[in-house]
């Protein structure tokens, strides 16, 4: 097979998946659909009763809303790995994985804005923490943690978008090639005007490396940040200063399991098994486990911090959470972040898509209630003995988190259909 | 039609309808009313003060009430009052609740086939006034009632020869009173002058639980404490928050009270006391030995030694019994001994003071029989009750109770249409306390006055003026009381009586000892052996019918931390033994009487005793009478099992231990002071920086300060569900820490105003900021509720709006006008009552000067009876609350944190 007819069978491979739906994924859709009108009811109702609908309570007075928050914004970090830190390293494993990674990026992060404004007792006051010009001379606290948040999970979405686009442009102009009618007026727009042009290609590959390079130490930064969310506080069990290396890693790591559960079925179902090969998981899944490695280590590292501290509320914080009210959630995830990926340093293993399917799921499990630790069990108890509580979840809040999910698989289940779910462009390049 | 014809129609028009929407529907009265008009005419925003008297107990504290546009939004003590001088229990701070509950009632009703139908006053009264007429004889019984209205009471009953019962009180301290009519022959219950005494014995008299004035006592008691020497034992067979409070509680088994007091009383005879003890009563005295009573009381012998020795070194001791010592059986025969302890050793006439009474005229269980005798017979006429809580403090199968329907006519007086009122068949609505003229007499000798602070607001009548419109008097019941005034002051008494509000014209009184009461002395019975169920009053409730004000159950209980709902108190040994957790359902069962109530271990608690609160049990047990008709209220218990499951009890209290972090220190701690560096600016305060000392040792734990709390702040009242949910909204809050020896220390927590506010930096919209005078401020329409200050507050003394909490109906003018709305979504928390500051600096600013020393007082230190808090500003070297920082028992709460609050506490162990 010559080099034309390669480029021209990926082309046909990947633009395959942008057919015409069939009935399971219509299902899906509709799935999704429901689960995020569940979302908007509870939601609804929350603003119009009260946010105590939600569980959240004296002294916990953040819950899943916060947890959900940050497993959405940890998993938007994968992508960016991926797509631009990799690319810094030139490793051409990543090429296979980038756009779904990406595409993942940006949903994630779409979801995770959500919860920021629905945890907000009054959200119809939300621009209140924007600084905007106004009559009265008000203006945001930059002291705040949450407004650092609100930069660094703005700027991240732009700058993913923008990222996510510019990798999109050549591979719209082949759809736009190749289709016709009014997919192809669409694209042709979106394309904006994309020749492939050696002087296009020039730029865009100067503009390419510089989004690369400048998306990267967002990876690193807009985690810490919402790291420092915790870190930058008093409470017992959030204040301390391994926070943001910890954070950046359990994201790396959460948002590569993600990657696993999002790319094993969507590889059969669309046919990939060509271009998404053992190999790219086997390199994946050493990323997976080196950032295990570093969350275990952190785990341990806490106890020894909090002792260390001699501070008698850090020192029970610790101990409660391991053997307190919520110790099944804290042995879930030490089991599934810190033990159980361990098992890939087998190769056979990391060659193993069932099994790693069923690992990505654990990792996802597990990072959720890493969150979930850390959020409530350090807020269950603090320093005031008598302001000891626990907190519950309730109908509202799990609504919430299952429309979550919902919105993310929506948009994502769209994005296959709309978009090339590979870079055909980068695919090709070998063989150019 | 020109323009400017145009806008004059208009402009007519429009004033015409905002003239006519400023009367009020009836009778185009103004819309801000008064009774008596203040001399400057109203002022809106501007409040005015009356006085009143509570009616909340018999203690009768003096109020004044400060109303605003027409409608009292606080009440406060009346300073120099002869009881209370300026505080007021936290029953006292909610009783503003029932002038405006919902529940009271707004017309005369009558009752019908279909239920209780209104009807007109005229009608109704012509019912009374025709049955008055007919035979049979008519009775009149009342709850606790003082003053002329007594009087008047008498003049009615004299005109339709009915008879004045007694008055019924659950709690009459029956026993105590025949005591001292048999041995003095005064019935009375003597009062105590605390600051001349060097040693205080109580004996189950929960002195500042409910027993005659809390208030009061505490106010005496810390006056007491400021005398090197003083020192107060209390010995219970309970866990009271008097008992916790003593310098020394020992606790004995139920019902060996008397034991306790027999050996003491040898043991004063053996030493030969200030009195001797005449032969008659040497003859019937039982003797018992140290080990005797060690057996029988469960003390051991060491503590009695030791009690007896500091008895009889005592110079002037005071021994007061009551509460549980005496709603027993044997509760006559203790009162006894108590009472000639208290003569042999000096007590009456100097630290015990007849003179001082509680002027009552209650009555008590056997008067009961007289009306049920009577009811039975079919004897009975009309029959009045008139504020009885009859229903409410009798289980429904007392005789009295069911008996009632044999009367001709039953005719209820009172507020709310409560169990008493529904057995009636004519029910009339009177005015509250604070709606109406009247006087009070809360012990012998001293007067408090009673003026109306708005107009009524239903279509009640004063009780006065339902009697004499009965006795077709052309007098009201206003004319009436100055009738009585002037009969009985003098023209200067008068004139302090209507500007102080009170008088006080003290009594002398002696006592003799009559031997002839030798024969009321039995011999000892003995400790009964099986566990014990005792109903006991309590701080909130009281006699129970405070509970009647849902504040009372969202403020928690001091020691258990339990807000709404009943429950029962066991001992943690026994509980440890059965292997139940607090809110495990247990099923008691006494003789013919059976509940299923959730358990929380009391630590504390002798293991004999089981306690359950008066007011909070859905049905009471049955209750009998002593030999002094004081009711029963201890039971033995049949059996406790295990019931199926858990009460939905909340505990708000997250744990009974402060779990070793000094946040209470030990009286040998000594805190590290770290110098704190930060990263910011110090903020610039150039005139205040307001302050708290709070000391610890005065504290009782009472919630007098949690209750004014939530009045002047309207603090939202949220009921149990959210309780449950760990949603309460209190500002202030009484924490008790246990220690490992059931010893327990209250702990007021409330915003500590940090200099260096955790709770500042984190709120990303500053609506939480630091103010030019140290104060921490929350800015609610700046809130947009991201709930982050809360987390990162380390007193977790921020309260969260999770919904909108408007108070229903008529309560709404509880509402403090001074305050900014609050809705859902919004942080808030203790302001140092912020009003009341921009109150003063308003003032002082008019005189163009700064705000001195005790010119701004919050309402919890407002309230505090044992004075333990104090307010004012730190930048002032001179001021009251500068000198207690510098005291040697100050320290600060999590100090380590660096908050730098401003709240400094003073720790206990003073003495």
Not at chain 2, 788 to 803: D, E
Request: aromatic share 10%; proline share 6%; charged share 20%.
């Amino acid at each position: 097979m010559n080099s034309l007819d390669y480029r021209n069978q990926i082309e046909t491979d990947v633009l395959a998946a942008m057919g015409r739906p069939g009935l399971k994924y219509l299902a899906a859709m509709g799935f999704c659909a429901l689960l995020v009108l569940g979302l908007l009811a509870c939601w609804g109702y929350q603003i119009f009763t009260g946010l105590g609908v939600a569980g959240i309570t004296h002294p916990v007075g953040w819950g899943v809303y916060i947890t959900n928050f940050v497993f959405w914004v940890g998993i938007a970090h994968s992508g960016t790995l991926i797509s631009a830190v990799l690319y810094l390293f030139r490793q051409p494993f990543r090429s296979s994985f980038n756009r779904a990674a990406e595409a993942m990026t940006v949903v994630s992060l779409l979801v995770a804005g959500l919860f920021p404004l629905i945890h907000l007792g009054r959200v119809w006051n939300f621009y209140y923490l924007f600084p905007y010009p106004n009559q009265r001379l008000l203006w945001v606290n930059f002291k705040s943690p949450l407004i650092w948040d609100v930069f660094a999970v703005s700027t991240y979405l732009t700058v993913s978008c923008i990222f996510f686009y510019v990798g999109l442009l050549p591979d719209l102009a082949i759809v736009r090639r190749r289709a016709t009618g009014f997919t192809q007026k669409v694209f042709n727009i979106l394309s904006l005007g994309w020749q492939g042009t050696l002087r296009q290609w020039k730029h865009y590959n100067k503009l390419y490396l510089f989004l690369a390079a400048f998306a990267t130490p967002l990876v690193a930064s807009v985690h810490s940040i919402v790291s420092w969310d915790f870190a930058v506080s008093i409470v017992p069990g959030w204040h301390t200063t391994i926070f943001a290396p910890y954070f950046v890693a359990g994201a790396i790591f959460s948002g590569i399991g993600m990657v696993l559960t999002l790319m094993i079925p969507l590889r059969k179902a669309l046919k990939l098994e060509q271009y998404i090969t053992l190999d790219h998981f086997d390199s994946i899944c050493k990323i997976l486990l080196f950032t295990s490695l570093i969350i275990g280590f952190t785990y341990a590292f806490e106890f020894a911090l909090a002792f260390y501290s001699g501070h008698k509320s850090e020192i029970s914080q610790y101990l409660y959470r391991a053997t307190g009210h919520y110790w099944p959630f804290y042995a879930i995830m030490v089991f599934c972040n810190g033990i159980f990926p361990l098992v890939l340093f087998k190769k056979s293993l990391r060659r193993n898509l069932k099994f790693l399917f069923v690992l990505s799921i654990f990792v996802n499990i597990g990072m959720w209630f890493e969150r979930f630790v850390i959020i409530v069990a350090s807020l269950a108890k603090e320093y005031q003995p008598y302001s000891w509580g626990t907190y519950t979840p309730s109908w509202v809040e799990m609504g919430i988190t299952a429309g979550s999910f919902g919105l993310f698989f929506l948009v994502y289940l769209a994005f296959i259909k709309a978009l090339p779910v590979l870079s055909m462009t980068e695919l090709k390049e070998p063989h150019q | 039609m020109e323009r400017r014809s145009f806008l004059q129609i208009l402009g007519m028009f429009s004033s015409a309808t905002v003239l006519s929407s400023c009367g009020s529907e009836k009778d185009q009265k103004k819309l801000i009313s008064y009774l008596v008009p203040p001399e400057d005419g109203v002022i809106p925003g501007e409040a005015t003060w009356s006085f009143s008297s509570c009616q909340e107990c018999a203690g009768e504290c003096g109020l004044l009430v400060r109303t605003r546009e027409g409608y009292p939004v606080k009440l406060e003590g009346l300073p120099g009052h002869p009881v209370n001088d300026g505080r007021l229990c936290m029953r006292g701070q909610a009783a503003l609740s029932r002038l405006y509950q919902n529940e009271r009632i707004q017309t005369p009703l009558k009752k019908t086939a279909s239920g209780f139908e209104p009807v007109p006053w005229d009608e109704a009264l012509n019912q009374i006034r025709q049955a008055l007429q007919q035979e049979g004889q008519h009775l009149y019984l009342s709850g606790h009632t003082s003053g002329s209205l007594r009087s008047l009471i008498d003049r009615f009953c004299q005109r339709f020869k009915a008879d004045y019962l007694p008055q019924f009180e659950l709690l009459n301290q029956a026993s105590v009173r025949e005591a001292n009519a048999l041995l003095f022959r005064q019935r009375a219950l003597p009062g105590v002058h605390l600051k001349e005494a060097d040693l205080l014995l109580t004996l189950g008299a929960d002195v500042l639980d409910s027993h005659t004035n809390p208030v009061d006592w505490g106010r005496q008691l810390v006056e007491a404490h400021e005398e090197p020497g003083f020192h107060w034992t209390h010995i219970e067979s309970q866990a009271s928050l008097t008992g916790v409070n003593a310098d020394q509680r020992l606790t004995l088994k139920p019902g060996s009270e008397s034991h306790l007091l027999t050996f003491l009383l040898n043991l004063v005879v053996e030493k030969g006391g200030k009195r001797p003890l005449p032969d008659d009563f040497l003859k019937v005295l039982p003797d018992l030995s140290v080990e005797e009573a060690a057996t029988a009381t469960g003390l051991s012998s060491g503590d009695l030694t030791r009690l007896g020795q500091r008895f009889l070194a005592a110079k002037r001791p005071a021994l007061v019994v009551g509460g549980t010592a005496t709603t027993r059986e044997e509760g006559l025969q203790t009162a006894l001994l108590a009472g000639l302890i208290q003569w042999c050793c000096g007590m009456i006439g100097t630290t015990i003071d007849f003179g001082l009474s509680m002027a009552t005229r209650w009555g008590d269980q056997r008067d009961l029989t007289r009306l049920q005798t009577d009811l039975e017979t079919g004897k009975a006429g009309v029959v009045f009750l008139s504020r009885t809580g009859l229903a409410s403090g009798l289980p429904s199968t007392h005789p009295a109770l069911t008996a009632l329907p044999k009367a001709k006519l039953r005719v209820g007086l009172g507020l709310t249409l409560d169990a008493t009122l529904e057995q009636c068949d004519l029910i009339l609505p009177i005015h509250h306390g604070l709606e109406n003229w009247g006087d009070t007499e809360p012990r012998q000798g001293s007067y408090g006055l009673l003026k109306p602070a708005l107009e009524p607001q239903f279509a009640s009548r004063a009780e006065g003026d339902i009697l004499l419109d009965l006795m077709q008097s052309p007098k009201s019941w206003q004319e009436f009381l100055f009738e009585q005034w002037e009969a009985r002051f003098s023209q200067a008494e008068l004139k302090r009586f209507s500007e102080q509000g009170y008088i006080e014209k003290p009594v002398k009184q002696g006592a003799y000892l009559e031997r002839k009461a030798a024969k009321a002395l039995q011999p000892l019975a003995p400790v009964p052996e099986e566990l014990q169920m005792l109903l006991v009053p309590s701080v909130r409730g009281g006699d129970g019918r405070s509970y009647e004000m849902p504040l009372q159950q969202e403020i928690p209980d001091p020691l258990t931390t339990i807000s709404w709902g009943q429950w029962l108190s066991v001992s943690p040994e026994l509980a440890a033994e059965k292997g139940w957790q607090d809110r495990d359902m247990v099923l008691v069962k006494l003789d013919g009487w059976e509940t299923t109530l959730p358990i929380k271990t009391q630590p504390g608690l002798p293991k004999e005793t089981l306690c359950v609160q008066l007011g909070l049990l859905d049905s009471l047990p049955p209750i009998t009478a002593n030999a002094a008709g004081e009711p029963v209220l201890a039971y033995a218990v049949q059996s406790l099992t295990r019931a199926k499951g858990e009460g939905p009890l909340p505990i708000l209290s997250g744990s009974p231990s402060q779990d070793g972090r000094g946040i209470i220190p030990d009286p040998v701690h000594h805190d590290d002071h770290h110098k704190h560096y930060s990263i910011y600016e110090e903020h610039d305060r150039p005139n205040y920086n307001w302050g708290m000392v709070i000391d610890l040792e005065k504290c009782v734990g009472c919630s007098a300060c949690v209750a004014a709390c939530y009045v002047e702040n309207t603090v939202p009242i949220v009921g149990p569900e959210d309780h449950r949910d760990g949603r309460e909204m209190s500002w202030l809050r009484i924490e008790p820490y246990y220690d490992d020896h059931g010893k327990v220390e209250f702990l007021p927590m409330m915003c500590q105003q940090c200099l260096k506010a955790p709770c500042e930096p984190v709120c990303p919209v500053y609506a939480a900021y630091n103010s030019k005078e140290g104060l921490n401020i929350q800015v609610y329409s700046r809130c947009v509720g991201t709930r982050y200050c809360a987390n990162n507050c380390p007193y977790k003394v921020r309260r969260f709006n999770w919904f909108d909490h408007v108070p229903e109906g008529n309560l709404q003018r509880m509402k403090n006008p001074d305050l900014a709305e609050r809705t859902k979504g919004m942080m808030e928390k203790c302001t140092f009552c912020i009003q009341r500051i921009r109150q003063a600096k308003d003032t002082a600013k008019d005189e163009e000067r700064l705000v001195q020393d005790g010119e701004v007082i919050p309402a919890c230190a407002q309230t505090c009876p044992s004075g333990a808090i104090t307010f004012g500003n730190l930048l002032d070297k001179e001021s009251k609350v500068y000198k207690l920082t510098k005291s040697k028992r100050a320290y600060k709460v999590h100090d380590l944190l660096g908050t730098d609050s401003s709240v400094t506490y003073l720790k206990p162990g003073k003495h």
